[in-house]
């Protein structure tokens, strides 16, 4: 097996609780069958919170569904063409698009962004951080871009829900 090598010039101590805490995972790993699937047929697209475990808000587990995660849940060109992988290459046949109460992409606009790596002399004017001043609309917006899409299958079935952080319910969207 290999061994993680450290880079020259790189701290690794920056990692070490989890490469620790792999050792102990690896001990007791039991997935080495899964093929790469979606075994329930579902790509979820969802934000980076980490307050969200979105195998765990559908009672799903390793291997049963294709986990998008990005800042706000967006619909993004790069979600887009790994919902076309998923969909063609990975047993995908129904999309959830799941964005949550109190996401920081909500609280803030892309100006504030720039202007605030700005004050880091980072210049961010090339990106757009897709940041959601109405968290409702982006949802629709973004439901409405896969259904559409001549990408992906007319029959694809797409929904979304908003995931309360505070309650772990979900409140369905209709387009």
Do not use: W
């Not at 080495?32 to 307050?51: E, F, H, I, Q």
């Amino acid at each position: 097996m290999r061994r993680f090598r450290r880079p020259k010039g790189v701290h690794v101590s920056a990692f070490d609780d989890l490469l620790a805490a792999n050792e102990e995972f690896s001990t007791t790993f039991t997935d080495a069958a899964l093929t790469g699937k979606a075994a329930r047929g579902l790509a979820v697209v969802t934000c980076m919170d980490s307050r969200i475990d979105p195998l765990g808000v559908f009672g799903l587990k390793a291997g049963d569904a294709k986990i998008l995660r990005n800042a706000g849940a967006r619909v993004t060109d790069d979600v887009l063409r790994t919902l076309v992988l998923a969909v063609y290459l990975l047993g995908v046949n129904r999309v959830l698009v799941m964005p949550h109460t109190d996401c920081g992409m909500s609280k803030s606009t892309d100006d504030d962004v720039h202007k605030l790596a700005a004050q880091h002399g980072v210049d961010t004017r090339s990106l757009d951080f897709h940041t959601v001043p109405d968290q409702d609309a982006a949802l629709r917006h973004d439901l409405t871009r896969i259904r559409t899409s001549p990408f992906l299958p007319p029959n694809l079935a797409v929904g979304g829900a908003i995931y309360d952080v505070r309650t772990g319910k979900l409140m369905p969207v209709e387009v």
